[in-house]
């Protein structure tokens, strides 16, 4: 890694931002590789792709990170990849609609001392190379703010600022959000057979959907279709969007001891229920952090939610549906003693749409991953869910609401 000033650093990160653009026109681009090289005070990616890129490099703090994004690429790295040097770990994903990411995770605080692309030949394909190196805390400091400013000035232009568009309810179907967690950049947990918590979680959600859909009685959103990063905020958006009746958003837990299996259902309260419930809040609050998502230029709306008169009915509402979905979710699979927890969780913050979360079991427990896995499995977590809402819904009635 070849050493430079840092003033040399942050102009030439301020280059890489500024032509990404440029980048977003290339499609069907393959990553075929990605190998890590380096010692303790640096680290180098050299990237293996099908075509000329240019992606966007900028850093991130609390946590350090070194964020890549790029074109929708397609990921065909066939092999394990160590991080080396002062990369502590990476992830990859879909992070919005065109541009997909690639999170580093930093040891250190470090700079992008070069970044630049090496055209294909002699039997190489196009490569684009990455080099890091350490640096102090100030200096760190410094880079993340330019890089943040220059990223924030090529965005600003697709900027939207028009409020969402409310959708107004054309018949009598109740409207209920399912919402897949994590997805794109953040797999969520792995299990123990090699599935992602992402993966699992949309295939439930989409059964749950057709579940719900093919009584007539329901028309259901969900917050993803594929595998891509929706912010945790974008997600209740959604819900309060359409006008939702309810929100479902869909787990898969996972846990150092393997006996322990079982699903729950979480409602909001700003106080942990008990540890376990404390840990699985920090667990998923951190999403939006290992997305990569910049928590200084979101609105406040997550953080500063007061829970009001209205929260406070909509937290009962929620309560009522959890305490209705349990004894149903017993009748088909496996739940926890404990089946009914409350936990401090940012999904579940709108003001005024009933919310749950369900943890569907555990995919460190080979007998609930042997369930959450099927088909079977599958179906049985979404009958549970649509007798459920038919029963809430039903209670709902007779109450005039």
Same mark, same amino acid.
């Given at each position: 890694v070849v050493c430079f000033a840092i003033s040399r650093c942050l102009f030439c990160l301020w280059v890489f931002v500024s032509s990404f653009a440029a980048g977003l026109a290339a499609k069907g681009i393959q990553v075929s590789d990605f190998p890590f090289c380096g010692n303790g005070g640096a680290s180098s990616i050299v990237m293996d792709v099908s075509a000329t890129v240019k992606?966007?490099?900028?850093?991130?703090?609390?946590?350090?990170?070194?964020?890549?994004?790029?074109?929708?690429?397609?990921?065909?790295?066939?092999?394990?990849?160590?991080?080396?040097?002062?990369?502590?770990?990476?992830?990859?994903?879909?992070?919005?609609?065109? $541009?997909?990411? *690639?999170?580093?995770?930093l040891k250190k605080p470090a700079v992008v001392s070069k970044a630049f692309p090496l055209p294909a030949r002699e039997g190489y394909s196009d490569r684009y190379v990455i080099d890091l190196k350490s640096t102090g805390s100030a200096a760190f400091t410094k880079a993340v703010k330019v890089s943040r400013a220059a990223r924030m000035k090529v965005l600003k232009p697709t900027v939207s600022v028009a409020p969402p568009k409310i959708v107004r309810r054309t018949d009598n179907k109740r409207i209920i959000v399912i919402d897949a967690g994590h997805g794109g950049v953040d797999p969520g947990t792995l299990g123990r057979f090699g599935?992602?918590?992402?993966?699992? $979680?949309?295939? *439930?959600?989409r059964e749950i959907k057709r579940e719900l859909e093919k009584t007539g009685r329901y028309k259901v959103y969900l917050t993803r279709n594929k595998d891509i990063y929706v912010p945790h905020r974008s997600r209740f958006a959604l819900a309060k969007r359409v006008g939702a009746d309810l929100f479902v958003s869909v787990h898969v837990d996972a846990i150092k001891n393997s006996k322990v299996r079982g699903g729950t259902v979480y409602t909001l309260n700003e106080r942990a229920s008990d540890k376990e419930a404390a840990r699985l809040a920090r667990k998923e609050n951190k999403s939006d952090v290992l997305a990569g998502v910049d928590l200084a230029y979101t609105n406040d709306e997550v953080s500063s939610i007061l829970i009001d008169l209205a929260q406070r009915e909509t937290m009962n509402a929620s309560a009522q549906f959890a305490e209705i979905l349990l004894p149903e979710m017993r009748k088909q699979v496996r739940m926890h003693k404990k089946g009914h927890r409350f936990a401090n969780l940012l999904v579940l913050k709108s003001p005024d749409v009933p919310s749950i979360l369900l943890?569907?079991?555990?995919?460190?427990?080979?007998?609930?991953?042997?369930?959450?896995?099927?088909?079977?499995g599958q179906r049985s977590i979404s009958k549970a869910l649509r007798i459920a809402a038919d029963k809430y819904f039903e209670t709902l009635v007779v109450q005039g609401r």
């Open positions: 992606p966007r490099v900028f850093l991130r703090d609390k946590p350090r990170r070194v964020l890549i994004d790029m074109p929708e690429v397609q990921w065909q790295v066939g092999r394990s990849i160590e991080p080396k040097g002062i990369i502590a770990g990476f992830r990859h994903g879909l992070f919005s609609s065109g $541009t997909y990411r *690639i999170v580093l995770d599935a992602n918590e992402k993966i699992l $979680t949309l295939k *439930i959600s943890e569907t079991g555990y995919q460190t427990n080979k007998a609930d991953a042997r369930m959450l896995n099927s088909r079977k």
